[in-house]
């Protein structure tokens, strides 16, 4: 693209949305630098679109300038500067009615209309499946985006790994590794739960690299029976001991996930086959879930300079006028994808991947 037909760029912005993870901060630092360095302006959205249609919360512009100084020592810290929700989405925001029921409504329209008004000239979208969705309908309505894929869960099927997937795995397999010597000790049935709602990524590489004896993901429904045969095979082997990792979306065949509640929050799977385990097998069980403690911390080495790469490559899409895309991880390189191809697929762990080949070669059942 020649000089002349590239977009003039004065002001940019900066949100976080959907569930944190380790380097999005890393991220907000390298676009922020990135750009100041490009003689932008920028600006940080505080807790996904609602900043700039709230304004100032608590003391908090909900728009604010992101500067070197505000970005300083940032990249090693967890969580996110601009704070995140999970109920952010402008196109269906949770308001109370005049006769004190909720309800929803739309304020899209209202949402680009602010970003115009504040001269704003692209905005990069940091968010996993949910939130990129909102940045790709935002787009097809005027509102010039780039996207940063972030997701512990690692389920976008256009890049090859999000950033904060890899500590997520860490932390996950730590925890693993601390259970083997009480569980051994008290010869008992570890059951851990770990996040996954619709893939096993975090649950097969943690487990694999944690030693489980099991196994569960969404993508392999189970058979309770098949895990009360290896915990009793085990018991044969002298080995009166098992861990059983879980993601939260797996689900029994013939059976459905386990939910936390009406809302379709998925929790209780641990619990649930720790009971039936002990049932089974009459041995002493235990489940823990690993929970938020897989979001929090700071992220490890290779998902700092992931993210970093990510944010510098967003201002580049930016300046190169590739709008309406999403950076992505591809071998060794960073690419620009089409926003809505990025998103139109979940990456599931296939059931023949090499992975799950080696796990079953080392004998870890997936219940099945």
């Given at each position: ?131 990129l969705s909102i940045a790709h309908a935002l787009h097809q309505k005027g509102l010039p985006v780039i996207g940063v894929p972030k ?218």
């Open positions: 693209m020649s000089d002349s037909s590239k977009p003039k760029v004065r002001r940019i912005a900066i949100n976080t949305g959907g569930g944190d993870a380790p380097g999005l901060n890393a991220v907000i630092r390298a676009a922020t630098l990135a750009a100041l360095n490009e003689g932008w302006e920028v600006f940080g959205i505080r807790r996904g679109y609602m900043g700039i249609l709230e304004g100032e919360v608590d003391g908090e512009e909900g728009l604010f300038p992101l500067t070197a100084q505000a970005v300083r020592g940032i990249t090693h810290l967890g969580g996110t500067i601009l704070g995140t929700t999970t109920r952010g989405n402008p196109f269906g925001l949770e308001v109370r009615q005049p006769d004190g029921t909720w309800g929803t409504v739309d304020r899209s329209d209202e949402i680009v209309q602010r970003f115009r008004e504040c001269e704003i000239d692209a905005l990069i979208a940091i968010g996993g499946d949910g939130s997701t512990i869960d690692n389920d976008l099927s256009a890049t090859d790994v999000t950033f904060g997937f890899q500590s997520a795995v860490e932390v996950a397999t730590d925890a693993i590794g601390r259970l083997h010597s009480t569980a051994e000790a008290h010869q008992r049935v570890m059951v851990v739960q770990l996040m996954g709602r619709h893939t096993g990524w975090i649950a097969l590489e943690s487990g694999l690299a944690g030693g489980a004896d099991v196994i569960l993901i969404p993508e392999i429904p189970y058979d309770i029976a098949k895990i009360a045969d290896k915990v009793r095979e085990r018991d044969l082997q002298r080995r009166r001991f098992s861990i059983v990792v879980v993601a939260e979306g797996a689900r029994p065949r013939d059976g459905e996930a386990s939910y936390a509640d009406e809302t379709g929050r998925y929790g209780g799977i641990a619990d649930r086959i720790a009971a039936q385990l002990h049932e089974a097998t009459e041995k002493e069980t235990r489940s823990m879930v690993l929970g938020h403690i897989q979001r929090g911390g700071e992220p490890i080495a290779y998902d700092r300079s992931l993210a970093l790469r990510f944010g510098a490559a967003a201002v580049r899409c930016i300046r190169e006028g590739q709008l309406g895309t999403m950076v992505a991880l591809q071998g060794n390189y960073i690419r620009a994808v089409p926003l809505g191809d990025a998103i139109r697929d979940i990456k599931r762990v296939p059931a023949d991947s090499e992975l799950v080949m080696t796990a079953r070669q080392l004998g870890i059942s997936f219940g099945d």
